[in-house]
């Protein structure tokens, strides 16, 4: 019985098959190496669409049949299906003129660049290294760009100097008391420039909402048009502003790019949320702001600190155990994720078919029990893995052998996702994966990155069922990609870039490439 049943599923596929081969598809792609991030057939040479679905995944000679619109013979070209970014903050900068210094900037550098600047305010990106310089204060800033609002940043993005200027032109005093979920910088009963996490949150989300719809949905192309050259083709984007402001504004970029907006809660927690939620927890090691158990290395006096109070972690928790909208917890050191976890042990729910995330997760490590135990999925960032001599000052060299797991959450069962929170160029991040300067022991394999970048980053969004493979039946998601990413030295992985961007079944990119079109 069971034989037949078995021989009857077999020529059912087939007949399936028979028919599909005989019907058009709009895009046939041939004679490509086709990574498909799907366990059951990893491999493959062809590809058809039809509308905005795949309908066959095969051998070239298989497929090569089907009446198709417009063909494309790839020469045998590395297929990957489109890369989603799971955790990114866009680059808008719509109020300022930025400036970006180069990694062995000095302080001299950066007043220089100040002085020089022609804007009326003024970002200037500093190098980690300059974060504690000494030289580096909100009157140094003052002599250097006595007119001019500026604000010192770092790639953290949880802390900045400003200029007595830029405070002005903030509203903000030195007899202000520090907000919910921030603060500033004092000395000796003054402001000393620093601004810190909702401190400084609030205030830029106040500028960029306050910009015109046309100089933030020029800002969102520019964006787009970056990721799709990558072969990015979902983002889950946690927007300077509030998602209601910058949600409508995609349907005038023109870039078919797939966006997944989620709200960044900086110092309460909202009774009924309206999108997934991010709450940020501590901060992060540059600033000395992630929350530790122990002091830091380099800084005995500290541990950072909390955010959120004990009794908003546990409500955040509780809404959303028995709410709709996906939670997602923001924790750089131990302290948030022993707390997190704490409260939802204490909710006896299915907590697996939340999936909660963890963004970031670094001390996660002692943890693993619980992540595995309430399905969390844990977002990480490999342009993090960069900073080794810093993390090494600040934690202490015994610290690092459990910090910024990834080979080992793998190993765990715990799903993993990649986001960039950082460079925007994938296959920049999948050579730091590969590498982990951080903590090497903890490097993934090529193969285990890209996996992470499509098929567990649709998981992260409960997505997996329609992206993040390529599939019959799956959205028509796929990149074409200059270079062999499993084959090339790890030195030219951050130089490839995408040949042909498919979403939703559309060309959104499309480089010159040696192809063929025919009609129907």
């Given at each position: 019985m069971k034989a037949a049943m078995w021989r009857l599923f077999v020529l059912t596929l087939l007949a399936i098959a028979c028919r599909s081969s005989q019907q058009s598809v709009d895009l046939l792609l041939t004679n490509g190496r086709v990574f498909t991030a799907n366990p059951a057939r990893p491999w493959a040479e062809a590809v058809a669409i039809r509308g905005n679905r795949i309908v066959a995944v095969g051998f070239s000679a298989d497929l090569a049949t089907m009446p198709a619109t417009r063909r494309i013979d790839l020469h045998g070209r590395l297929v990957v299906p489109g890369i989603n970014?799971?955790?990114?903050?866009?680059?808008?900068?719509?109020?300022?003129?930025?400036?970006?210094?180069?990694?062995?900037?000095?302080?001299?550098?950066?007043?220089?660049?100040?002085?020089?600047?022609?804007?009326?305010?003024?970002?200037?990106?500093?190098?980690?290294?300059?974060?504690?310089?000494?030289?580096?204060?909100?009157?140094?800033?003052?002599a250097a760009a006595p007119t001019k609002a500026v604000a010192l940043r770092n790639l953290a993005g949880h802390n900045s100097l400003l200029n007595t200027a830029a405070l002005r032109a903030w509203n903000i005093g030195d007899t202000d008391p520090d907000p919910p979920g921030g603060w500033y910088g004092r000395a000796n009963g003054k402001l000393n420039g620093w601004l810190y996490e909702h401190a400084l949150w609030m205030k830029d989300r106040a500028a960029t909402e306050g910009a015109p719809d046309a100089v933030i949905v020029a800002e969102m192309r520019r964006f787009a048009n970056e990721a799709v050259r990558f072969g990015i083709t979902s983002v889950q984007s946690m927007p300077a502003v509030h998602p209601d402001r910058v949600a409508p504004l995609v349907t005038q970029l023109g870039v078919p790019l797939r966006w997944r907006w989620i709200e960044i809660e900086m110092a309460s927690v909202p009774d009924a949320p309206h999108w997934p939620t991010k709450y940020i927890a501590d901060g992060t090691p540059i600033e000395r702001d992630a929350a530790l158990r122990d002091p830091y290395s380099d800084q005995p006096n500290t541990r950072g600190r909390m955010n959120f109070t004990d009794d908003q972690v546990r409500r955040a928790v509780e809404l959303a155990a028995h709410g709709n909208q996906q939670l997602l917890f923001h924790a750089a050191g131990e302290l948030p994720i022993e707390k997190f976890f704490a409260a939802m042990r204490a909710i006896a729910i299915d907590w697996p078919a939340k999936r909660v995330r963890v963004e970031h997760g670094d001390f996660i490590g002692e943890f693993l029990p619980d992540a595995k135990r309430f399905g969390v999925v844990v977002v990480q960032n490999p342009a993090h893995f960069t900073l080794a001599e810093l993390v090494r000052a600040r934690y202490g060299t015994g610290r690092l052998r459990n910090f910024q797991l990834f080979r080992s959450l793998i190993d765990a069962g715990v799903p993993i996702a990649i986001g960039s929170d950082g460079p925007l160029n994938p296959w920049l991040n999948i050579m730091f994966a590969e590498m982990h300067p951080n903590n090497p022991g903890e490097a993934i394999t090529r193969e285990q990155a890209l996996i992470a970048y499509t098929r567990g980053s649709a998981y992260a969004e409960f997505a997996e069922r329609e992206k993040g493979t390529i599939a019959r039946g799956m959205l028509a998601d796929i990149a074409v990609l200059s270079q062999d990413i499993f084959t090339v030295a790890a030195s030219e992985l951050p130089g490839t870039e995408s040949l042909l961007t498919i979403i939703d079944g559309r060309v959104a990119y499309e480089k010159a490439t040696r192809s063929s079109s025919t009609s129907r």
């Open positions: 970014d799971a955790h990114l903050h866009e680059p808008w900068s719509v109020a300022a003129e930025r400036i970006d210094l180069q990694s062995n900037a000095s302080a001299d550098d950066v007043l220089k660049a100040i002085g020089g600047a022609h804007g009326t305010w003024v970002n200037v990106q500093i190098p980690v290294t300059l974060v504690d310089d000494p030289r580096l204060t909100r009157e140094a800033l003052d």
